[in-house]
């Protein structure tokens, strides 16, 4: 394991990185931590492989296929961006060493280790083999050690497998006439157990060509190979691939699946001491670009990584005849509002509102498409827009809102009834307000283009609002946590409670827990916004319930062992948190060593695997608000949770659910708006959502005349840290 270098990212999707695994012929692996505290194995396509289309095909069908294979010991796919400007796979970490490491400081490993090795690993290869699928890639580097038996790596997500000379069967050598099928990875198994038993393979040392060729023409090397493996081997080196066993043959055939047991002592020691090792924190530094690095000159098919120069993109549309200009500048003083919105209301007048209710519900259950016409037969074209962040800091939320539009647009042109066609539009603004700029400049230009969801971060909205609103575009923006940001712009919808709801959430949680005297910490490490939502959830909550502090600090110099210990002393029955992940974790720990008794809450700031690796994987630790749902635990949400579990193998990210039922809104909106009228433009399109209401997989949408969220349901959702992950405990009403 290894330190990151300067220009490793340090986030990729929700995953920060926290070392280097090793390198791959494709990509870089890194030990990373997701967003709920587990770790992963997660390997970054180098962008010569990620922008190469045949690569990407191969790697996504990988993958694709790989979700469908579960074994015990098979390491297979957890979670992967195949369609992003980033290319990237995800796998459950396993801390054990791989065999060629394992060799290189024990040796060879006794018979029996050897014949638990073989047995396991036919056992995973059996439930490859009985996908349809093969390995490829059977070798020393793929296969690590647990105190419970072993783990096969290097399935799905490859897009070159191949395994090394010396592990390649006659077929796969000279290429040709035999298919290369489950024959061959048994082949590769026999060559691996020889390594393992004697230290070297069956085709001895040499150059790769040397090697190929020896596996091509002459017999195996078998003299050292212990007796009671000898004749396993021999029949998994068999030269005609239809004399090799099978898979589950060598799975009855080998010795039994071992316990604890299964490693010489030595061995077994160090692999306990790997896993009983804490997870390294990640580095203090941070590289210049916190983001991924944007690929110049070079897009992704379904979400352009915009480049810092404006020539790749569209130009703007000029602005009306008497529209307001563009905003030049993000850092702008507020701007008076366009006129845009009052405008739509006042047209609206009595036209009546559309009620889109309960609509996405239902497609989710169905299954019989029911769109009518030929896809594209001089049908108009629509798109829905996203600009959000899906490579920086912070990208856990921009991947979830991709899948989630995604979801619902693929669901709507099949089963839709939609008379246009539709499509999405996804800008990658990677949480820089400059790109932000040209994201939004980019949508405003397309023409199709009719509504936008976005964007994911309040810092760039200043960068963005104007602009979206001088074009009349509507913005749906999930995850903005900004004062007020609907009033100053004018076509933006706020799909969240605000703020100051939380605040009565927060109360709700600590009344429950009998917290009466209250300290509502302020982390000036975490900017303004930890100060804005302080004093919104000091302000708020009910002087007759609880006795709330105030107080401020700055986590990064503040001596939070101290703290913990005032706290503890003066009888402080919950601490609230406003700032961010890493200091959460801090005091959490520092409170549970002084052993304080009370609550702890945060908001959704301080979710990240930061709080996990500060805190450790603590039982019933602390709560977290979040204006999210987790469809996997929420039974509102579940059949959304299935549906995403169904179409992409995992689970879904926060504000998947959320971004379904904003491109829902959106889409059936335009529809209705498309069949009642004959001309539609964006600002009419504004104003049948202003008054729309729609009833969501996750909350009911809905809002009002200046584009608040006004929809009923709950205003958070609770959740709690235990044993290194969040679970969720279900809406909070306030
Ligand atoms: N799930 C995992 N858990 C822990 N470590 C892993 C995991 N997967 C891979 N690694 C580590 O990362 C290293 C590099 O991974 P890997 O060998 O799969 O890349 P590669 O197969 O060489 O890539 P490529 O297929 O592009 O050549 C491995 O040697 C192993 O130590």
Not at 60 to 71: F, I, L, P, T
Not at 209 to 237: I, Q, S, W
Not at 283 to 292: N, R, T, W
Not at 594 to 622: C, K, M, S
Request: net charge negative.
């Amino acid at each position: 394991m290894r330190e990151l270098t300067p220009t490793d990212p340090r986030r990729v999707g929700g995953y920060l990185l926290l070392r280097r695994l090793g390198e791959g012929r494709s990509g870089v692996v890194y030990l990373a931590c997701s967003l709920r505290g587990e770790p992963v194995a997660l390997k970054l396509i180098r962008p010569a492989y990620a922008f190469d289309p045949a690569f990407r095909a191969r790697f996504e069908a990988d993958v694709a296929a790989a979700r469908h294979v579960g074994a015990r010991r098979l390491v297979t796919v957890a979670a992967a961006d195949t369609a992003g400007g980033t290319v990237w796979a995800a796998y459950p970490y396993v801390a054990g060493p791989t065999l060629d490491e394992t060799l290189a400081a024990h040796g060879p490993l006794p018979p029996r280790t050897v014949s638990a090795l073989g047995a396991l690993l036919a056992e995973a290869l059996t439930a490859v083999h009985a996908a349809g699928l093969c390995h490829r890639d059977i070798r020393p580097g793929h296969v690590q050690l647990t105190l419970d038996g072993p783990r096969l790596t290097g399935f799905g997500g490859s897009g070159t497998r191949i395994g090394p000379p010396g592990f390649l069967s006659p077929e796969q050598a000279v290429g040709g006439a035999i298919p290369v099928g489950p024959p061959s990875d048994l082949f590769a198994l026999g060559c691996l157990l020889t390594y393992a038993a004697t230290g070297r393979g069956p085709f001895g040392e040499g150059s790769p060509r040397e090697l190929l060729r020896r596996a091509a023409f002459d017999p195996p090397e078998l003299a050292d190979v212990p007796r009671g493996l000898l004749e396993v081997v021999r029949a998994c080196l068999h030269r005609d691939p239809l004399l090799r066993p099978s898979a589950l043959d060598l799975a009855r055939e080998m010795a039994p699946p071992v316990g604890a047991g299964w490693l010489p002592g030595p061995l077994a020691r160090e692999v306990a001491a790997r896993y009983a090792a804490p997870l390294p924190r990640p580095a203090s530094h941070e590289p210049a670009d916190q983001g991924l690095p944007l690929v110049p000159g070079r897009s992704a098919p379904d979400t352009p990584a915009l480049t810092r120069g404006a020539e790749e993109l569209p130009e703007a549309e000029p602005p009306e005849p008497g529209a307001p200009e563009a905003p030049s500048d993000a850092a702008q003083p507020e701007r008076p509002r366009p006129t845009g919105r009052r405008r739509a209301l006042r047209l609206l007048g009595g036209a009546g509102a559309l009620a889109v209710a309960g609509v996405g519900a239902g497609l989710l259950l169905r299954t019989e498409p029911r769109g009518e016409g030929p896809v594209g037969a001089g049908r108009r074209a629509y798109a829905i827009g996203l600009q959000a962040n899906l490579s920086g800091t912070g990208a856990a939320a921009g991947s979830g809102q991709q899948r989630g539009l995604n979801m619902a647009v693929d669901e709507l042109n099949r089963l839709g009834n939609l008379p246009f066609d539709l499509d999405v539009r996804p800008l990658d603004d990677a949480g820089d307000p400059e790109l932000a700029r040209e994201a939004a400049r980019a949508l405003v230009a397309d023409e199709e283009v009719m509504a936008v969801i976005g964007p994911t971060e309040n810092a760039v909205l200043p960068a963005v609002g104007d602009t979206y609103a001088t074009a009349e575009l509507p913005l749906l923006a999930l995850s903005l946590t900004g004062p007020n940001d609907h009033e100053r712009y004018g076509s933006l919808l706020v799909a969240r409670p605000p703020a100051a709801l939380a605040g009565l959430a927060a109360g709700e949680v600590l009344a429950e827990r009998g917290a009466r005297r209250v300290v509502v910490l302020d982390d000036r490490a975490a900017g303004e916004e930890s100060g804005r939502v302080a004093r919104a959830l000091h302000g708020s909550l009910d002087r007759e319930r609880f006795t709330p502090v105030a107080r401020e600090l700055d986590s990064t110099e503040a001596d939070l062992n101290a703290l913990a210990a005032e706290l503890t002393a003066d009888g402080t029955e919950a601490v609230v948190w406003c700032g961010r992940a890493d200091g959460a974790g801090r005091l959490s720990r520092a409170l549970r060593t002084n052993g304080y008794p009370g609550v702890g809450l945060a908001t959704e700031r301080a979710i990240g695997p930061e709080y996990f690796l500060h805190t450790g994987q603590q039982p019933d630790d602390w709560f977290f608000l979040a204006p999210y749902t987790d469809p996997r635990a929420d039974p509102r949400a579940s059949g959304f949770g299935r549906a995403h579990r169904d179409r992409f193998g995992w689970d879904a990210e926060p504000y998947a659910a959320e971004a379904y039922d904003a491109a829902q809104l959106l889409v059936l909106t335009l529809r209705e708006t498309v069949e009642s009228r004959a001309g539609v433009t964006r600002g009419v399109l504004l104003e049948q959502l202003l008054a729309g209401r729609y009833r969501g997989v996750a909350r009911d949408l809905a809002f009002d005349a200046e584009g608040a969220y006004a929809g009923e349901g709950p205003v958070a959702y609770l959740y709690r840290a235990h044993h290194g992950e969040l679970r969720f405990q279900g809406p909070v009403s306030g």
